[in-house]
């Protein structure tokens, strides 16, 4: 069956044939939305992050892959970053993101537009290095470079954006069944992880998720019989719900409500940055044209599609997508197994995937697979003389018993949110934590902004040490006499590196 037939296809009403120009629409301007928020976000963070005084500063990255890999490393490293990656270079591509989702938003040079936000985008990705290595990360992109073919409303990218929600929500659930190990794809639970096997993981998760809000705490203290319902329900719907977006219409219409059900549940409960907002946006793919047209003024539908032809059009962007699409299939069947079983691939195959992945086209998605038992935060603390010492603050992550549990999305705090994977032990972390010491320890004005508060105005310390604390949730009654939000106590040292000293100059 050809483009033109699949378009003439009935709709749900037997009359009319189907139609998802106004999706297409709709969908453009929500993903502009979306990058908006992204470069707001991640421009107001990157100069600490990855300026030249930032915790890993991207310009000495490239510099010394550059020596390494010679003119292979322009490729190995898609990033607009080789031009510069000074502050300048970084502040200013996130002003260009933003006038990039303005414009897409208004319509202006859609296909442009787009692809100039993906690779704008893909070039924080790539200077952000682990701070920016999040599963919304790679969402945000999948979904922005299949927008590059939107405006030809093609049935093939119908199809793909519904396989890219499949697999998001779908692989969430398999990699949560196949989780028993807590050592699972080399992500170790702190004291053993909850079981999404045993129903337990969401005993947990509330208490022990990267940056929970006032909505977690309540939700922490529902009823066991609750809490175990809920991963009942999880399940159901990230292994159940997804196989019915391929169904009938109906079906598939169940399918996108009880998503947004679910995503809505948890930002009420979780602070998950842009993820949730991105799948919600997701889900206009399993709707028609005919279902939004119930809700959606005659005047907005006419603004949203007036760049979207009545029927179907061939031509290059047609051909391109029907390519994309015979890369992204395989290969997105074929990453997961990776995953699972990297030693079934050979050395070539497993070259070409990461080359593949390197352009984050196509990604493995799977959420929380492991839940941690405990929560366990670093605690991070500057000295001039090793006898008084003074704790950096962070804007979000816990840190003080009282700080408010604040609803931080659609904003991703990076630095707040990495220091959560520390406890893990991982040795990836030391460089980059080694990265923030020195920072601290050298006064770096780009780093400091992204704390609280710098409890060392007058000179950077001499001496720096990190400690793990357990934090958990006040119980209701704690909470009345003392007004606090966490119970912390005290762990260890961090080692190898209890503490860190300023050299001399």
Request: with cysteine.
């Amino acid at each position: 069956m050809n483009e033109g037939a699949e378009q003439r296809s009935s709709t749900p009403s037997g009359h009319e044939p189907v139609s998802y120009r106004l999706v297409s629409g709709l969908f453009l301007r929500l993903l502009a939305g979306v990058y908006l928020i992204a470069f707001v976000s991640i421009g107001v963070q990157i100069d600490g992050l990855a300026g030249p005084e930032g915790v890993l500063p991207y310009g000495v990255y490239l510099g010394n892959t550059l020596a390494a890999d010679g003119w292979d490393a322009y490729w190995m490293n898609p990033t607009l970053f080789w031009i510069s990656a000074d502050t300048w270079a970084l502040e200013g591509a996130a002003v260009l993101g933003v006038l990039f989702s303005v414009a897409l938003f208004v319509d202006l040079w859609p296909q442009t537009s787009s692809a100039a936000l993906f690779i704008l985008y893909l070039s924080f990705v790539g200077a952000g290095s682990v701070f920016m290595n999040f599963q919304w990360d790679a969402l945000l992109l999948e979904m922005g470079f299949l927008a590059i073919f939107v405006p030809g409303g093609s049935r093939v990218v119908v199809f793909l954006y519904r396989w890219l929600l499949f697999r998001l929500r779908f692989l969430s659930g398999l990699f949560k069944i196949l989780s028993g190990d807590p050592y699972w794809l080399g992500l170790p639970a702190l004291v053993g992880g909850g079981s999404w096997q045993g129903l337990t993981a969401l005993h947990y998760y509330f208490e022990t998720q990267p940056l929970p809000h006032a909505g977690a705490r309540y939700a922490h203290h529902l009823p066991d019989w609750i809490l175990t319902a809920g991963v009942v329900a999880v399940l159901v719907l990230e292994l159940i719900a997804p196989l019915m977006m391929f169904m009938r219409r109906r079906f598939r219409l169940f399918a996108a409500w009880a998503t947004i059900a679910f995503q809505v549940t948890v930002m009420l409960t979780s602070n998950h940055n842009f993820f949730n907002v991105l799948t919600l946006v997701l889900c206009l793919f399993l709707f028609d044209d005919q279902a939004l047209s119930r809700i959606i003024p005659k005047t907005a539908r006419n603004w949203l599609t007036r760049r979207f032809p009545a029927g179907e059009k061939g031509g290059l962007r047609l051909v391109l997508a029907r390519v994309a699409a015979f890369v992204i299939v395989p290969v997105s069947v074929v990453l997961p197994v990776q995953l699972l079983a990297p030693q079934l691939f050979p050395d070539t195959l497993a070259r070409f995937l990461d080359i593949v992945k390197g352009y984050h086209l196509v990604h493995p998605y799977h959420v929380f697979p492991v839940m941690n038992r405990e929560r366990i935060e670093v605690v991070i603390e500057g000295s001039q003389d090793t006898i008084e010492w003074r704790e950096y603050r962070f804007r979000f992550k816990p840190d003080r018993p009282d700080k408010p549990l604040s609803i931080v999305q659609p904003h991703h705090p990076r630095l707040d949110w990495m220091l959560w994977f520390v406890p893990s032990g991982r040795p990836e972390h030391q460089f980059w934590i080694s990265g923030l010491v020195k920072s601290l320890t050298e006064g770096s004005e780009p780093v400091l902004d992204l704390l609280a508060k710098n409890p060392f105005p007058e000179a950077p310390p001499k001496f720096i040490r990190l400690s793990y604390f357990h934090y958990r949730f006040t119980t209701t009654e704690e909470r009345a006499t003392s007004g606090a939000w966490w119970v912390r106590t005290y762990a260890r040292p961090v080692t190898p590196f209890p503490w860190f000293t300023r050299p001399d100059p």
